[in-house]
C-alpha cells in the first residue's frame, strides 16, 4: 500500500512520516497532473492523507479581497487531487479537519474581524469535509474526517497554545491571557495524532468523522499558573467571540481504538520547562473515595435545598457525585461525606464524562441570574433538573423531561402500555427515513432493543444526524445523510443492504407551513414516498408508511398529501406479491414532538405568557411517542393490503383543557402563577375537530390498540389517472392547477 501525504510543510505530516512506511510527500503547489501520475505506483493502491489545505499560518491575513486565494488553497487544489486520481487505486482517505467547525456560526457579518477570520477558515473546512464525504460516498471509499483539537509537540508551531507557554517561559517573554484564562481546551500531542492516523490506515475502522483529542479539558489560567509565569508578563484581553469550552468528543474515536492512550500534557510542561509541580485539586483526594466508574449526579448548591435534593436522590439510591457551589469558603471541602467543587473543577477533574445529571438547588436565584446559571450549563452538555414534581421546588419552570410516565397517561388520559417483543424483526435489516425526527429517532430506539440485525438511520438533516449519533451509541445503528427524494441513492443502500423493512417517518409536516409551500410538500409527502414504494417493490422489502389523522377528510395540504401517499402505497400493495406488504400506519398528535401544541404550551407557560388557543372548543387526539411508535412496530407481524391500521387514540382532548392540565402543574410549582389564555383563531388548513378515520371508511377492531380501516372504493384504475395528472401539473408548476387536482383526492 503507497500513502500519499498532502502537505509537506505541515507539523502532522513530520509525524506521520514516522509511524508510516512507503509514503510520498507532496506539498499543495505540487499538485499537478504529471507530478501525481508520476507518484502514483503502478499496480498499488493508495491511502491519502490530506494535512494541510488551508496553511493556519495564513488565518490571520484572510480579508474581503483574498476569497479566492485561499479558496483556490482549500478547496480547488483538493477537488483537483480527487479528480486526478483514479478511483479504483484510492483505498482510504484521511482529512485534517478542526475542531474550529463545531464552532461555525450563521452569523458573522457584523463581528470583529478576528471572528469573521475565523468562521471563515471553519467554514472552508467544513465545505472541504462535505466535497470528500460525497465523494467518498459516491465511490464507496472509506473515509476519515479527523477534527483536531488544540495540538502540541512542535516546538516551531507559532500557534499552539503550549509552544507559546514554553517560549514565553523560556525566553521570559510575554503571554496573551483572554477572559482571564476561564477556558478549557483540549491539548493533544502531534505524536498521539500520529499514531491515530496510522492505526486508521491499518486497522479496519468504521468511516466517519472524528474529534482528535483526549476529552479532558485543562483551563488556561491553571496552565498559567503551573508554568509560574510572572502576572506582570501577562497581557490580559477579553473577546465576546472567545469560546469556553472546547473538549473533544472522543466516545466514538475510543470505540474504535478502546486501548488507546494519549500522552501526559503535564509531563510534557514538566520536561519542557524541569518543573516539579503538578496540576493538584484539593478535591481530588474527597473524589476518588465515589465510585467514579458508575455515572452519577452533581447537585448544584451546597446550602439548605441542595441538602434536602441530596436526601431524596439517596433515598433512590443514586450516585452522587459532588456538589457544586460558587462559594469558594464552601469549596474543597465535605458535605454528608460528598466534595464540594467549583463549576470549573468539573473539567479540572476530568468527571464532567460521569455526570449524566445536574440538579439545580439555588432558589434564592432570581430569574434573570437563575436563567444565566441555567445557560452556562447546558451549553456545556449537561442535562440539568429542577424536580418540580418534588417538595422542594427549584424552580417554576416545566420540562418535557421532568414530567414522568404517570404524569403525561393522566394529562392525555390514557392507560399504560405493555411492551412487546416483535419475532419477525429479530436479525432483520431496516431502513428507517425520517431518522431523526421525534417518531424516527424513537422507532430507532425501540428497534434496536427489538434485536434487529441492523438499522440505517436516514434523513437530510446534518445537525439531526448528528444528534441522534450523539444520543444512541449503538453499534448497530448506521446513520446516512440522505434527501429522499434521491433516490438513486436510497436505492444504492437498499440493494447493498439487502433491506427487510423500511420504516417510512420522513414527511413535511406543520400545517400552516405547508399552506404555502404546496410544491415542497407534494415534492417530499407524495413523490418520495411514490419512489421509495417503487424501490419497496422492486426489492420485495415490507414497508410501514406512516401516515396521519389529517388525511381523514382532509382540508389542509399536508391532509391532501398524506392522503395521495395512502393512497400510493394501497396501488403498491395491489402490485406486490402475498409475502410482501405495505402498511399504513394513520395516528394523531404526539406528546412533545417538535413543534406539536404541546410544545409551545409549555414554552408560553414558562415564559409567564398567555397560552395562545385557536379555538376553545378545538380537540385533538394524542397519544406518547413511546406508545405510538411500539404500536407502529407491532404492525410489522401483520400482512393488512387494502386496509389502513388505525392506532386507537381513545377520546380527543379539548385544547383548552389540555392547557390547562399543564398550568395546574405550574402552579403547584408556583402559587403565584395565574393561568391565562387567548384564543387567536384557526390557522390555514387547521381543522376544529380532527377525526382518525374518514366518513368514506369502514372501521373494524384487530385488538384493543389498533384498528383496520378500509375505503367503502378502491379503484386503482381511478388512483393511477388522478396521479399520473397530479405530476404533470407538478412538472408544469401550476400552482393553482396542482391544489384542485390535488383536493380531488377526497373522491377516490
Do not use: W
Amino acid at each position: 500500500m503507497q500513502n500519499i501525504i498532502i502537505g509537506k510543510n505541515s507539523s502532522l505530516t513530520k509525524r506521520n512520516i514516522k509511524f508510516l512506511k512507503n509514503f510520498t510527500v507532496l506539498s499543495v503547489n505540487e499538485l499537478n497532473q504529471k507530478n501525481i501520475e508520476m507518484k502514483i505506483t503502478q499496480n498499488k493502491r493508495v491511502n491519502l492523507i490530506l494535512n494541510n489545505f488551508f496553511p493556519s499560518k495564513f488565518l490571520n491575513d484572510l480579508s474581503h479581497s483574498n476569497y479566492r486565494q485561499f479558496c483556490n488553497l482549500s478547496l480547488e487544489r483538493l477537488i483537483f487531487l480527487l479528480e486526478r486520481i483514479p478511483t479504483q487505486k484510492i483505498n482510504k482517505i484521511i482529512y485534517t479537519s478542526s475542531s474550529a467547525v463545531h464552532r461555525l456560526s450563521n452569523n458573522i457579518s457584523d463581528e470583529k474581524q478576528d471572528k469573521f477570520n475565523r468562521q471563515l477558515y471553519s467554514s472552508f473546512k467544513l465545505a472541504a469535509e462535505k466535497l470528500i464525504i460525497n465523494y467518498a460516498n459516491s465511490n464507496n471509499k472509506d473515509y476519515f474526517i479527523m477534527r483536531l483539537f488544540n495540538t502540541y509537540g512542535d516546538k516551531d508551531d507559532e500557534f499552539s497554545f503550549i509552544e507559546k507557554i514554553i517560549r514565553a517561559k523560556k525566553n521570559n517573554d510575554h503571554i496573551t491571557l483572554i477572559n482571564k484564562g476561564i477556558s478549557l481546551r483540549d491539548f493533544v500531542h502531534l505524536d498521539d495524532v500520529a499514531k491515530i492516523y496510522n492505526l486508521f490506515l491499518i486497522k479496519k475502522i468504521k468511516k466517519g468523522i472524528y474529534d482528535i483529542g483526549t476529552g479532558k479539558g485543562v483551563l488556561i489560567k491553571d496552565l498559567i499558573q503551573i508554568t509560574k509565569i510572572k502576572s506582570k508578563k501577562i497581557k490580559r484581553v477579553n473577546k465576546i467571540e472567545e469560546i469556553q469550552n472546547s473538549i473533544a468528543d472522543t466516545k466514538k474515536l475510543l470505540s474504535q481504538l478502546p486501548n488507546f492512550k494519549f500522552k501526559e500534557l503535564t509531563q510534557y510542561l514538566q520536561k519542557e520547562l524541569n518543573l516539579t509541580n503538578n496540576l493538584n485539586f484539593k478535591s481530588l483526594s474527597y473524589l476518588k473515595k465515589n465510585n467514579l466508574d458508575i455515572p452519577g449526579v452533581a447537585i448544584y448548591g451546597a446550602g439548605n435545598a441542595g441538602k434536602q435534593i441530596f436526601n431524596e436522590l439517596s433515598k433512590n439510591n443514586e450516585n452522587i457525585i459532588c456538589f457544586i457551589d460558587d462559594n469558594s469558603q464552601l469549596q474543597n471541602s465535605i458535605l454528608n461525606g460528598v466534595p464540594i467543587i467549583s463549576y470549573d473543577d468539573i473539567f479540572k477533574l476530568n468527571i464532567y464524562t460521569k455526570i449524566k445529571r445536574i440538579f439545580l438547588a439555588i432558589p434564592s436565584l432570581d430569574k434573570i441570574s437563575q436563567t444565566k446559571k441555567l445557560i452556562k450549563i447546558k451549553k456545556d452538555f449537561f442535562d440539568v433538573r429542577f424536580l418540580p414534581e418534588k417538595k422542594f421546588l427549584l424552580s417554576d419552570q416545566i420540562n418535557l423531561n421532568d414530567l414522568n410516565i404517570n404524569e403525561i397517561n393522566d394529562i392525555l388520559n390514557r392507560k399504560q402500555f405493555k411492551v412487546k417483543k416483535i419475532k419477525k424483526l429479530k436479525n432483520k435489516k431496516v431502513l428507517v427515513t425520517g431518522a431523526a425526527g421525534t417518531i424516527g429517532s424513537e422507532i430507532c430506539r425501540q428497534l434496536i432493543q427489538q434485536k434487529v440485525n441492523k438499522v440505517i438511520a436516514v434523513d437530510k438533516s446534518e445537525i439531526g444526524i448528528y444528534n441522534l449519533q450523539n444520543k444512541n451509541n449503538s453499534k448497530k445503528i448506521y446513520y446516512k445523510l440522505i434527501d429522499i427524494n434521491n433516490i438513486k441513492f436510497l436505492e444504492k443502500v437498499i440493494k447493498k443492504e439487502s433491506i427487510d423493512i423500511i420504516f417510512h417517518a420522513a414527511a413535511y409536516k406543520h400545517v400552516n407551513i405547508l399552506e404555502k409551500n404546496i410544491f415542497s410538500a407534494i415534492k417530499n409527502n407524495v413523490i418520495a414516498t411514490y419512489n421509495l414504494c417503487k424501490l419497496s417493490h422492486r426489492y420485495s422489502c415490507d414497508m410501514i408508511f406512516i401516515s396521519t389523522d389529517k388525511a381523514a377528510n382532509p382540508k389542509s395540504v399536508l391532509g391532501y398529501t398524506k392522503r395521495v401517499a395512502e393512497k400510493i402505497c394501497e396501488y403498491f400493495n395491489h402490485l406486490k406479491n402475498k409475502d410482501s406488504f405495505i402498511n399504513i400506519v394513520r395516528f394523531g398528535n404526539v406528546f412533545g414532538s417538535s413543534g406539536s401544541a404541546i410544545t409551545n404550551f409549555l414554552e408560553q407557560i414558562n415564559l409567564d405568557k398567555p397560552i395562545k388557543i385557536t379555538h376553545p372548543k378545538a380537540s385533538r387526539y394524542f397519544m406518547t411517542i413511546t406508545e405510538a411508535c411500539h404500536l407502529v412496530i407491532q404492525t410489522t407481524e401483520i400482512n393488512s393490503k387494502n386496509k389502513i391500521f388505525v392506532l386507537n387514540m381513545g377520546k380527543p382532548l379539548n385544547i383548552l383543557n389540555l392547557a390547562k392540565s399543564l398550568g395546574m402543574i405550574r402552579t403547584k410549582i408556583n402559587s403565584n402563577y395565574t393561568f391565562r389564555y387567548k384564543v387567536i383563531g384557526l390557522k390555514p388548513g387547521e381543522k376544529l375537530n380532527e377525526t382518525i378515520v374518514d366518513n368514506k371508511e369502514i372501521k373494524t377492531k384487530f385488538n384493543n390498540e389498533i384498528f383496520f380501516v378500509r375505503s367503502k372504493v378502491n379503484k386503482i384504475s381511478n388512483f393511477v389517472e388522478f396521479y399520473q395528472k397530479l405530476t404533470f401539473i407538478f412538472e408544469k408548476q401550476n400552482e393553482k392547477e396542482l391544489f384542485k387536482q390535488l383536493v380531488k383526492i377526497k373522491n377516490l
